[in-house]
């Protein structure tokens, strides 16, 4: 639900960035890490742990496209990201799917990298947006882009089995977390997610949204208790938890 301005001060404040890149998928190895922006942070830029994310309209041209584009092609099989929650920032299922079909998919046939479907968040109308558009595409992602947010663990399974129902693709989860105001809350949904998520075969990678010290913007409906630093950019020990043990206790 949030536009990351705060990348910079994020990546420098992650003191541990060569063991475990902060934002995380520890379903399959090795760890990566995405930022929102196409354009590779400085302290990631000669390893493959990287993932761009064409997250507007804007990104689809000029500068910022080519810097995903270049990333693609130095990386093989590099995972890009397409769209975030376009159906909460106003672009139609058609414009994606134009953007899709004439710039996007044709980058994936010269690069070789993998394409990510928009990252929809949960809602019906989110669902909706992702049918139209995927009735509108002539070449199918490699994977199925989710985020997901709720405040009790119980919907998560049903939610993702039912989208990857419709679109039978790897599930990446490029943003997940409780909105629980209840830090314990948050600590025990986190740990039940991603005990399930490592566990379920639909899901690829997943990433919990909070690997930062300060909530970006005014941080929308998420609360404070779901950034995984500390205000001074050290790691909170559920992130630590996080990156290191499967199953988490
Ligand atoms: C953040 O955590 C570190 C390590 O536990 C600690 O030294 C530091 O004081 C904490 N910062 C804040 C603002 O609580």
Known sequence: MVQ??????FLLACSTLSVAAPIVARTAAPKRLLNWNTWTPP?????QYFQPTIRTMAETTGQNFQFAQNFAQ???????HTFN??????ISPQAAADAWNTILAPMRASTGCKLVSPGITNTQASVDW???FFGKITSQPDFLGLHFYDKVPDNLQSWLEARHGEHPF???L???ASTSTDQGTVDSMTKTWANYMDGA???????FFGAMPVLPNDGGFIPTTTLLMNSSGDWKPLLKELVSSSPMQ
Request: negative net charge; glycine residues 4%; aromatic residues 2%.
């Open 85 to 90: 929650e376009p159906e909460l920032n106003g």
């Open 4 to 9: 990351i301005t705060s990348t910079l001060s």
């Open 201 to 207: 075969d639909i899901v690829h990678q997943y990433a």
């Open 130 to 132: 992702l049918n139209e």
């Open 174 to 176: 490029s943003e997940i």
């Open 74 to 80: 130095a990386n093989p099989g590099a995972i890009v």
């Open 43 to 47: 302290a990631l830029e000669k390893t």
């Open 170 to 172: 790897p599930i990446i």
